[in-house]
């Protein structure tokens, strides 16, 4: 179909129409679009200076980052060397505590060894109770230990054997002798310790003060004479156990005792008495002492006497000598002039 130059008209128009409408449409659509564009461009521009700044930011924080890091790390180091002190320091201390455990667990074995020994000991103290004779000695040991740490060794004598044939454990030199005497009724203390109700305490109690009595007169008959010795002696009892029972339950013994001049002693009792014993035994020494001074003065003054009588005697010969002496010198003073005259005298010449 061919087309005419109105239809080309009609055509353009019909198409410039459309491109018109086209266009005011597009216009309607871009007018908003490119202020959107403007805005987003304004932000995009915005965006870019944020990311900028966020940039910044990270780089600041990348920095304290690092900074923080070196911190922790220095932190770290100190921590570690403060562990490792502080384990080194807690190494040692464990060291020193074994060592001191070592130590008390060897005080523990010395102290078990000890224990045994001493068991041992005690089993030997029940032997040595169980016999009489081993008995007496154990009470003379305890004796003579009291007697040796109270007094000088000169003091007292051991065993010393009296006039009468009789041996005191021990006697004191005083100015006159103190006897000592060990005693140690173990077999009715035992039962009397043993005893289980008062009728069995009550028999014990007078088994113990037969014991006793017989024990205040053989002392009192052995020990203790007449210008020999001293008005009293002691008695020695290797337990404070049992001079306890005496005081508190036996009074009628201990007046007995005290009738008979025999003074009972315990360990404790024993060395008070022994330590006043000494104050006396120094007083006495004292005293003659006083006396060979005062003797000695007295023989000083005797020989300041005879000395003076001596001197006075001295005195009178050298009178005698001065005397003498005079008597001499005017002998030689004659002599002395006559033989001037002679040596003047002139033998040549004769008389007319």
């Keep these: 179909m061919s087309l005419s130059w109105d239809d080309s008209v009609m055509i353009a128009l019909v198409l410039g129409a459309v491109a018109l409408v ?4 597009l216009a309607r659509v871009l007018g908003p679009l490119s202020g959107r564009l403007a805005v987003l461009d304004a932000r995009l521009t915005s965006l870019g200076e944020s990311q900028q700044q966020l940039a910044g930011g990270l780089g600041q924080v990348s920095q304290n980052q690092t900074q923080v890091i070196g911190l922790v790390e220095a932190r770290l180091a100190d921590m570690g060397r403060y ?13 020193s505590s074994m060592g001191a455990l070592r130590e008390r667990l060897q005080v523990i074995d010395a102290a078990q060894a000890k224990i045994e020994a001493l068991s041992g000991n005690v089993l030997s103290l029940q032997d040595i109770l169980s016999n009489k004779q081993a008995r007496g000695a154990f009470g003379e040991v305890q004796l003579e230990a009291l007697l040796a740490d ?20 021990a006697l004191i030199h005083l100015e ?13 203390w035992q039962a009397l310790t043993r005893a289980t109700d008062d009728a069995q305490r009550s028999e014990a ?42 005081h508190a339950n036996m009074a009628d013994v201990l007046r007995e005792s005290f009738a008979a001049r ?35 003065v007295q023989l000083l003054v005797e020989d300041a ?17 001065q005397g003498d002496l005079s008597d001499i010198r005017i002998s030689a003073d004659k002599i002395t002039r006559r033989g001037a005259r002679l040596d003047d005298f002139d033998f040549a010449k004769t008389p007319e």
């Design 22 to 25: 086209v266009l005011w449409r």
């Design 83 to 95: 562990m490792g002190d502080t384990l080194a320091g807690n190494a040692q201390a464990t060291a």
């Design 150 to 169: 109270a007094l000088p060794p000169d003091a007292y004598s051991l065993q010393a054997t009296l006039s009468n044939g009789r041996r005191a454990d």
């Design 176 to 188: 006159q002798p103190l006897a000592l005497d060990a005693k140690f009724p173990l077999e009715a």
């Design 205 to 246: 109690r007078r088994a113990l003060s037969r014991a006793m009595r017989g024990h205040i007169r053989a002392i009192a008959d052995r020990y203790i004479l007449p210008g020999e010795t001293a008005e009293g002696a002691l008695m020695f009892l290797p337990s404070e156990a049992v001079y306890a029972e005496l």
């Design 262 to 296: 025999v003074w009972i002693v315990s360990p404790s009792t024993c060395m008070a008495t022994l330590v006043t014993l000494r104050a006396v035994l120094k007083d006495t020494r004292l005293r003659n002492e006083a006396r060979a001074v005062r003797r000695e």
């Design 305 to 321: 006497t005879r000395l003076g009588a001596r001197v006075a005697k001295l005195e009178g010969h050298f009178a005698q000598v």
